[in-house]
């Protein structure tokens, strides 16, 4: 069996949920490697959407921010944070990756403050463009580590919209259909009951058991009959994520 670290396990599980011929918005950092290892091994025709405005780059490396100029090189279109947005609002975006600092178990996201909004005890750099990802573009990732503080009962602040409350709420809220999708964690991937749209176990990762998952979440899972069991990342996608995708290990190597 192949040795990895708990990042690069995270990129290489969310670049098999990217399809070839989707788009997908990411931000820089793994949820870029994810899109990048996608597009190298398995989805040659993924589209890459960057925030402030790069459009199907070919990108040569791992960008550090949203307007690198690696975001744009050879893209189909070097346009603004406008059209990117105009382009989610129009539903053409099939995925977006977010991140945020506390996840509820409808997939809501707070990436603003903890604590009281006036007397907060951290305060966060905000939105951003992740209410529009999370309101406009069709299916949500997140990649985050597992831990009680981050997955919490109910958000301190709702930046992102997930589920809201719960089966029926999102449509109700005139958002359209989608929301949350996967979260991947570095214990195990989880998705939505499609009945109450709370927070479900979908597969544990290598050496990892429920009551693990369960004790650092800080409410109550949906947990089905049969959870399947997380296949860790091949030789070769570690190689082309290694290779091709991160050389100098620019995300990688923080794990």
């Known amino acids: 069996m192949a040795d990895y670290n708990t990042m690069e396990m995270m990129i290489c599980l969310a670049s098999r949920y990217l399809e070839d011929g989707k788009?997908?918005?990411?931000?820089?950092?793994?949820?870029?490697?994810?899109?990048?290892?996608?597009?190298?091994?398995?989805s040659p025709n993924l589209i890459i959407l960057f925030e402030a405005g790069g459009i199907s780059p070919l990108l040569p490396q791992m960008p550090i921010s949203v307007g690198d100029s690696r975001t744009f090189f050879r893209a189909v279109m070097a346009a603004g944070m406008n059209e990117m947005m105009t382009t989610c609002a129009r539903g053409l975006?099939?995925?977006?990756?977010?991140?945020?600092?506390?996840?509820?178990?409808?997939?809501?996201?707070?990436?603003?403050?903890?604590?009281?909004?006036?007397?907060?005890?951290?305060?966060?750099?905000?939105?951003?463009?992740?209410?529009?990802f999370a309101s406009l573009c069709w299916r949500t990732m997140i990649m985050t580590v597992h831990s009680k503080s981050?997955?919490?009962?109910?958000?301190?602040?709702?930046?992102?919209?997930?589920?809201?409350?719960?089966?029926?709420?999102?449509?109700?809220?005139?958002?359209?259909?989608?929301?949350?999708?996967?979260?991947?964690?570095?214990?195990?991937?989880m998705g939505f009951d499609e009945t109450t749209r709370a927070m479900m176990i979908e597969s544990l990762h290598p050496g990892v058991e429920v009551d693990r998952v369960k004790a650092e979440t800080g409410f109550e899972l949906v947990i089905p009959k049969q959870v399947g069991r997380t296949k860790p990342p091949t030789e070769e996608e570690l190689r082309i994520l290694r290779e091709d995708v991160d050389p100098l290990k620019l995300v990688i190597g923080r794990a």
Do not use: W
Request: aromatic share 8%.
């Open 150 to 189: 981050r997955f919490v009962e109910k958000c301190d602040f709702i930046t992102s919209p997930g589920f809201l409350t719960g089966a029926g709420a999102r449509e109700a809220a005139g958002l359209p259909e989608g929301g949350p999708y996967k979260i991947i964690t570095d214990l195990a991937v």
């Open 93 to 132: 975006v099939d995925y977006a990756f977010l991140g945020g600092a506390q996840i509820d178990k409808f997939g809501n996201i707070n990436s603003t403050i903890v604590g009281d909004y006036h007397k907060p005890k951290v305060r966060f750099p905000g939105s951003g463009g992740a209410n529009d």
């Open 23 to 42: 788009t997908v918005a990411v931000g820089t950092g793994a949820p870029c490697a994810a899109a990048m290892l996608a597009q190298k091994a398995h």
